[in-house]
């Protein structure tokens, strides 16, 4: 499956603009809602990039391979959830930190277009050779 790289960048615009305003708002639905944006992309497609399709019907010049933005928003679930933990639970340094983490990364790829999931990703399949020979089968 191939991904159009410019809704990525506004799927990661969109988070950036919803974990800046949990941090603010200090809101659980917030991050909640995110945590479902997180959990629908690594499992089938983010909402996000699908409503970039509405608003910009123009065929993208190139697409990149969807395995690495999918794990990106793996990864963002995970810190999600781990907010979700510490506001749920009083534990706010954790609720804080975690949801920090997850804007730092949403706003790297908008802002840059450096994905730190999809580094990850990539790193981890360089690691792992048996990774690696499932791919090649």
Known sequence: ????????RFGAAVTTLVLASVLVTGSLWLLAAQAVVFALGAVWRSPYPMLFKVLVRSVPK?????????FAQAVGLVFAVAGLVGYSTGITPLALAATAAALLAAFL??????????????????????ANMEVSK
Request: glycine share 6%; with cysteine.
């Open 109 to 130: 790829n908008a802002a840059f277009g450096f994905c730190l999931g999809c580094e990850m990703y990539l790193l981890i399949r360089r690691l792992l050779p048996a």
């Open 62 to 70: 190139e697409t990149e391979d969807a395995r690495p933005p999918r």
């Open 1 to 8: 499956m191939r991904a159009d790289p410019r809704a990525l």
